[in-house]
C-alpha cells in the first residue's frame, strides 16, 4: 500500500505505479485529496487527482468526503472491491482517492458492526476445453523446432521441473531464459544475447523455430526480438492469465488464459527424438569458451566487474539488477541458481531502482545486491535517506562517467552530441554522499582492488554497504561491442 499527500506528491507515485501495472503487482495507492468543491480554485496542494494514473492503474476510485453511515457503507464497499481488482483476474495496481474537509484531526466514533465486509474473490474453471487442448496437443506433436521463451518470472520450482522434464522426452524443444525469469538447468539456454548475436545466417534458418511458446513477462534481449519479427515462428502461443494480447513477434496465434503449468503436463507426448537442441547446445559450448577466451585478453571496465561481481556474489542471495546495461551484461555471465533475480522490466525505466532495492531488502533475510550504473544510482539517491534502510543491503554502484549504453547503442555513439545530450556526463563520485547517509563506502578502480574488497564486502555488517567502481566508459563500450 501506498499513502500519500494531495497534490504533486500523488505525481511522484507515476513511475512505481506504471511499473506495477506491467509487471502486474499488486498494489493499492491511497491519494489524500481537497475537497471536491475547492479543486481548481485556487487553493494550496490541490491538483486534479480524480483518475489521476487513469492510462496505468486497473481501477480507480474515489471515496465520499462525508461521515453519514451510508457514506461510510460505501466507502467500506468501494474498499473492498479495490482491494479485489488488485489481485483478480490477475495483480495490478488500483487508486483509491480520498477527499478530506477539514478539520483533519478530529476522530468520529463508528459502530464497527455496520461496516460491510465484501471480501469476495471469483474463481475460474483452470481449464481449456478439450478440443481446444486436442488443437495444441495436435500443433506440438507437428511441429519439428520448439521454442519456450520465458520473460520476467518469480521463482517456480514447479515450473523448473516440468520444462525440464519437456526437454529430457523431447529433443525438438529449446528453452530460452534470462536471470530474471529464475529458471535454471544444464538443459536450458541462458545467455540468450550470445547465440542469437553470433548467428550467421544458414543457422538463423536452421534454427528458426516453427513454435514459440512465451511464458511470463518482458524479455530484456532485443536480439532474441529482431531475431523472431524477422524469422517468423508459423505459431506464437502466449500464456497470460488475463488473456492480453501480447504480439511481440508479429506473429500471435493463440492466447491461452492459463497459467503455463497447467497445461504443458499435456504436451508431454511420445518421447521425440531430434538433434534441435542438440546442435544448439553444440554450437554454444564452443561459444562459452570463444568469451573465455576474449575475456582473458580485456581490460579493466564495465564487462569485467560485471563478470566479477557475479561470480562473488553470495550463495541463497537476492539479485536486483539496475536497467540500462547492468540487466544487459548479467545476461552475458552465469549467475549461481540459489540466487533469485530480480529487475524493474515492467516498463525498464531507471527511476526508483535503488528504492526497489532497498524494500526488496527489507522483506529479504539473506543478502541482498543491487548493481547499478551511476546514473541510475545519482538519480535514485534519496532512497538512502531512509532511517528504515536495511543493513543487508550491499549496492555495487558501476561509475563510468554517463550513460555508457548510449556508447553501445547504433546512432547515438556516431553523433556530436552524445556526451552531452545522451550520455549527459557528469564526473562525480558517491563517496561524500553515501557518507553523508552514515553507510559503510568502498571505492576501487582496477580488478585486483575490485578482487580484494570483494571478500569482505558481503560479509554481515550493522548498516548498508556501497562499493562504487570507476571504469573507464569509452574502452568499457568498445569492449561490450567486440
Not at 150 to 170: A, M, Q, R, T
Amino acid at each position: 500500500v501506498l499513502v500519500c499527500t494531495s497534490g504533486t506528491a500523488a505525481l511522484n507515485y507515476a513511475p512505481a505505479i506504471a511499473e506495477a501495472y506491467y509487471q502486474r503487482l499488486p498494489l493499492l495507492v491511497l491519494t489524500a485529496d481537497r475537497p471536491v468543491e475547492w479543486i481548481d480554485q485556487a487553493d494550496m496542494q490541490s491538483i486534479r487527482q480524480s483518475n489521476i494514473y487513469k492510462n496505468y492503474i486497473k481501477k480507480s476510485f474515489q471515496l465520499p468526503q462525508h461521515t453519514t453511515d451510508t457514506d461510510t457503507w460505501l466507502s467500506d464497499r468501494i474498499v473492498s472491491e479495490a482491494i479485489n481488482h488488485c489481485i483478480y483476474p490477475d495483480f495490478g495496481p488500483v487508486h483509491i482517492n480520498v477527499p478530506m474537509q477539514e478539520p483533519l484531526y478530529e476522530q468520529i466514533e463508528y459502530d464497527d458492526a455496520k461496516r460491510s465486509k465484501c471480501i469476495n474473490i471469483a474463481s475460474t474453471q483452470n481449464q481449456l476445453s478439450f478440443e481446444s487442448l486436442e488443437e495444441l496437443k495436435n500443433t506440438w506433436k507437428a511441429c519439428d523446432k520448439k521454442l519456450i521463451l520465458v520473460g520476467l518470472h518469480v521463482p517456480s520450482e514447479e515450473l523448473n521441473e516440468l520444462l525440464e522434464d519437456l526437454c529430457i522426452y523431447d529433443g525438438s524443444v529449446l528453452v530460452f531464459v534470462e536471470h530474471t525469469a529464475n529458471l535454471s538447468s544444464s538443459l536450458f539456454f541462458h545467455n540468450i544475447d550470445r547465440l542469437v548475436e553470433t548467428f550467421d545466417e544458414a543457422q538463423k534458418l536452421a534454427f528458426r523455430p516453427d513454435l514459440v511458446l512465451t511464458i511470463g513477462g518482458m524479455i530484456v534481449s532485443k536480439k532474441v526480438k529482431v531475431f523472431l519479427r524477422k524469422y517468423r515462428p508459423q505459431y506464437h502461443w502466449n500464456f497470460d492469465k488475463t488473456a492480453a494480447h501480447h504480439d511481440t513477434f508479429q506473429a500471435l496465434t493463440h492466447v491461452i488464459p492459463l497459467e503455463a503449468k497447467i497445461v504443458l503436463p499435456h504436451l508431454k507426448q511420445e518421447k521425440k527424438s531430434c538433434d534441435y537442441r542438440k546442435n544448439l547446445k553444440a554450437f554454444d559450448k564452443m561459444l562459452i569458451k570463444k568469451q573465455a577466451e576474449y575475456a582473458n585478453e580485456i581490460p579493466f571496465c564495465d564487462y569485467q566487474v560485471m563478470e566479477t561481481v557475479l561470480q562473488n556474489l553470495p550463495k541463497n542471495s537476492q539479485l536486483q539488477l539496475g536497467n540500462s546495461t547492468p540487466v544487459r551484461y548479467a545476461n552475458l555471465f552465469e549467475v549461481d541458481k540459489s540466487i533469485r533475480v530480480y529487475a524493474n522490466r515492467g516498463v525498464g525505466g531507471i527511476d526508483g531502482a535503488v528504492s526497489t532495492a532497498a524494500g526488496a531488502a527489507s522483506v529479504y533475510s539473506g543478502i541482498t545486491t543491487h548493481i547499478t550504473g551511476d546514473l541510475a544510482f545519482f538519480y535514485d539517491s534519496n532512497a538512502l535517506w531512509n532511517r528504515h534502510l536495511p543493513k543487508n543491503l550491499r549496492i555495487v554502484l558501476i561509475n563510468n562517467d554517463g550513460g555508457n549504453i548510449f556508447r553501445i547503442i547504433n546512432g547515438p555513439d556516431k553523433i556530436g552530441e552524445l556526451e552531452d545530450y545522451f550520455e549527459t556526463k557528469n564526473p562525480v563520485n558517491a563517496r561524500q554522499l553515501v557518507e553523508n547517509f552514515e553507510l559503510d563506502y568502498y571505492f576501487c578502480a582496477d580488478k585486483i582492488q575490485l578482487d580484494a574488497l570483494l571478500m569482505t564486502f558481503f560479509e554481515e555488517s550493522d548498516k548498508a554497504k556501497v562499493l562504487e567502481v570507476a571504469t573507464p566508459n569509452k574502452i568499457s563500450a568498445e569492449v561490450m561491442r567486440k
